[in-house]
């Protein structure tokens, strides 16, 4: 199904950036956790626009509601539904894109697709879609603190176009990523971003970058062999995110320059527990996690929807020009941040319930 | 589930390096596509050990007997299983991997996970499960066939460590990729990654490297919104492949160097259909093809069974020192081609179906 | 997944007797659908509380509110979420039952399941949790519409009680069984349902019955063998409603005291098609529609809740008495038509859109 | 899918009537549960045709092979793949259902949906496809042995057409059903059984009948609300074997000519838990075990395939008569009670593991 993910802890989202509401339905999630909509909301206003100056500006509190599954503060094993009402919706704004293609934009494929779309805002293919996987996400948080306490999960960006960060996977904090706008623990290289991403907007253009998620205090024995390898689930994850066009894992791309006795993460035996000496595996091995860090990287492309004069087609194939007008982000990152930590999560919950049915132990 | 791949196309496999059998259910299968033993058997050729000097020589013929769901050379709609008897088989060449566990490989996570493992040979974890995934994509190849004729996907070895091919997405033919043991195109770099293979075996050592695939004549439409893109499908499937630790589609980790008006694919008319003049997207936008090449580039590490003694430690926590014996792959890009090609046709004829489910089309 | 159904027509409920709201989410709805509220708002109606004087009299409109999937009046091919807000919520007339178990209702197990349960008005246990189903059902009868021209589904009261209808499963139809509150096409015997229904409900008890439900224009070739029979998958889908305890289809339970020679329905030509002589099988064979007509009866048990002093136990465990307060249904019979329908409905439409997928023909 | 049955416990079967093989592929299996071919062995046997003389005298001993997923007794967590080959094929029997639809049975649909159908044996109509369920439900057993200690399925014949056997649910014994080939645990009704299945197979006719089943000893917290009800996922699993026609749990169809106060299961505390003092609800209330037994019933009808001649059409569209030849069951029931028992084992073992993903217990 096109809009639901997870086997055991499974989601399904609904909702266009200028439709009535955006939300999600939580299947699945296990009986007698705290949550309130202050848990959820947390995380939509770290992925809402307007939160800076280097985001979108539309104006949205994104603010969250409840609509089922959780009494007295706990959740019941039902059906949790959360909804955001949409409230800034400006679709004459986006008049051009009913009947040209945004370049890289998802207007033409939807329309091949479908023959329908609904142009306001990008519609489903609107970054708006992503609250639903947000407010998920935040409740599988809550359900992997009580599964394996002391879990966290931290992502940050590592790099915008050419500026590259220095981030230390074993110790970087989830404060350190929020003390700046761009959510980039690299607090130096923080600013040079945030200066570069203002140029870029003020030039009309957007550009990339990349995001590196770290885990740590994920159990051994968390994913599955074979197809639903637990990197082959956060890599579907995270590649599912408007703009994603890669993902690399421990040593990645880098690690095919190396040989075996080089990249190999030696076993020892350390504070009473097998641990590996060096960690290019990521934290995984045979899709199964070892209890090492997990780590790794999501490359962004640049937003497609720009301010710059751009050849397109339209609806009725003719060749045309198109210049966005709307409200946009330069650079998509600062926001995919707590996207990418969102789909991390629903991805380890989803094992983590998957793992207790077959195995019997968190 | 750990052994289910697809939705429309769902096939479900089975079997350990040296079990009685390896293999796969497909269920979903259009009826009345013509099938045969040697049309899977071509593909098995492709991927079996001992096919050249530069693999593991393990001597398996790997020849498959369909055991349902074909009638009078055509499948009927039921499910189709095929089944390979493994034959040689020598569990005492890893008799030191029952008590210890290989730097990288899945022996201790298994172990992590499940409380017990089959050590014979890597058991599940061993390439010789993909024997199972190669047998259906032969399947699926042929639905295809039908339902997109014309339709083209062409895998290779892109990079060996440094030694890096050039390639043209557009024009590459299966034809060059076979014409090679490493299954390169570029002739002169395929001679050298040969070479360089070599001499790492002789080295008692192994090397990674990186393949791309291409896909020509996929209609526009495939894919969905949201969860299931074609391209986190894409990913989702190939990083679920022994070895893999890197997925990047279309521009990947290089066009976050890009700016948005760099990126961009500009949609024009041309031979009476809309096209993009250039194609960073790598022929997917908003998770949905538009009809021009899909491409993508997969991280492949070294193999982790090597010859030369590792530190590890003991399935009762000592520290120990492991030297492998045993038939194994200096590196398994040459045979990984044909899995990466079969990922990809899984992933296809999945969404095809799916598409014609929802939109009726093809 | 507890509250998900359908394949390729999947939905999602959610939602509580006295939460926030209840409501639907369908995935995978073909697009360019004609829909709107009114559509959907008809079969809401038929089920609502309040419609006739013997139902249950809680006072709510149902007014349904689609949020999301449709544009200027046509489906998009994204998910459709629809949404009713309660509005008439007593939660104090529900206080007994916070630490009392109402005998044969779910108050026992879902607290022996989930150790929590929202007890107001019986929570995801209360019969409006169907009003998802029938909201999603009204969509997928507008895809029926278009898939299969001219189908039909027509559900009614077949007995109430030892009161039993007589009634033409090839004749009978939707405006007979409307014609009467109880929505019994046998306008006499309707007369006698309601006097009784009443007379019960006047001595503080509640009452069953049986619901048939005929379908005519199925095209052949719809449903799967083995697992995903379409008798099977019927029969979990009205199984599944509230208050249900059996199932059979064609000659039921009474076909097994007849003789294979009596039993099967002869095959021959009519009017230039393959059909049936007698339809024993109720018009499926294998697990297959054979586009003969497809009947079946539900029973459904005399409503839990009653207003007599009954024998229960409380949450601590403690033998006590139990005199049920609130609104409740005496008879679930008038209110489940169009619940049995909406599950026809559900079950064929998945199937439909099944067959297309694997088969490509409608 | 056609050929998959559950969702944590998931199987995957395969197999025509005189195809090569005929099995199943369980995956989601706990890990180190105790398993050999005997274990399957056992009920396969029970299963198997020519075992005694009111059954079919097709000769097969049906030997069963596991060949992946179990190592030194024990399952390893990975898919468990059995095969059964078979042997006494005569598809020459046959041939005239090659041209010709036998009333009742799914030849006529097979070829309506798929265009192609493998008429040797009824193909994957066969009873042979049942094989791969009763070899599943084996491991299940295994498993649900260790879930939960001490709980028993036993199911019955309990009425021939008209003769119907008296049972006590509560009581009646696994080995009082094997001690006679009707499998009826009723031994004075069992010998006029048999004596008229005898009488029914002269005549060249068929008979059916119905099938109890009672699980005792099921924890109360199985099962989940709303779509996949407990009981709703038994009807779906038994109705989806060949030739039955009806479902009824607890009171069943009778129970709808009770009213609320007689059919109500009042709670008590007995023995220290929550009990109740009657079981019409049959042991599921809202979806979930209450701990008391679970029993339902099956409707069979009697075997399509008669030895009498009947109308019929040909696959080119004449009327025609049809005499069929082959070996075949004039009574299913004797051999469907492993089958019943079978599918209620792998919907216990299916949602004890996704309770226990859920809910953290057994």
């Known amino acids: 199904m096109s809009s639901q993910f997870g086997q055991a802890f499974r989601i399904s989202t609904f909702g266009e950036s200028h439709g009535g509401a955006v939300g999600v339905i939580v299947d699945g999630c296990p009986p007698r956790i705290a949550l309130s909509e202050a848990d959820i909301q947390r995380d939509l206003d770290r992925r809402r626009p307007g939160q800076s100056e280097i985001v979108t500006p539309r104006d949205e509190a994104d603010a969250c509601k409840i609509l089922s599954g959780v009494f007295e503060g706990k959740t019941t094993g039902t059906p949790i539904a959360v909804v955001v009402f949409n409230k800034d919706a400006r679709p004459e704004a986006y008049r051009e894109m009913e009947t040209a293609f945004r370049p890289s934009h998802a207007d033409y494929t939807y329309q091949a697709k479908y023959g329908i779309r609904n142009w306001q805002g990008g519609g489903r293919a609107s970054a708006r879609e992503t609250i639903g996987r947000v407010a998920a996400a935040a409740i599988a948080k809550q359900v992997l603190a009580q599964l394996a306490p002391g879990i966290e999960i931290v992502a940050y960006v590592k790099s915008i176009h050419e500026l590259a960060a220095t981030v230390d996977v074993d110790a970087v904090k989830f404060e350190e990523v929020e ?80 040989r075996g006795s080089e990249h190999n993460d030696a076993f020892e035996m350390r504070e009473g527990r097998v641990r590996t000496r060096t960690n290019l595996s990521g934290g995984i091995q045979g899709g199964i996690s070892n209890g090492e860090p997990i780590f790794f990287r999501v490359a962004f492309k640049p937003t497609a929807t720009i301010f710059k004069e751009q050849d397109t087609v339209t609806t009725s194939g003719e060749d045309t020009k198109l210049q966005a007008r709307g409200r946009h982000d330069p650079c998509v990152l600062p926001r995919a941040v707590p996207m990418v930590e969102a789909m991390t999560a629903l991805v380890l919950c989803d094992h983590a319930l998957r793992h207790r049915a077959q195995c019997g132990r968190e």
Not at 199 to 207: F, Y
Not at 233 to 239: I, M, S
Request: charged letters at 25%; hydrophobic letters at 45%.
């Open 179 to 258: 003390a700046n706008i761009v959510r980039c623990p690299d607090a130096a290289m923080a600013e040079k971003m945030i200066s570069f991403i203002k140029e870029v907007r003020a030039a009309g253009d957007s550009v990339g970058g990349t995001i590196e998620c770290v885990v740590r205090g994920c159990p051994a024995g968390w994913g599955e062999p074979v197809f639903d390898k637990l990197e082959a689930d956060l890599a579907k994850g995270v590649l599912s995110l408007p703009a994603t066009k890669g993902f690399e894992i421990g040593s990645g791309f880098a690690g095919t320059r190396l």
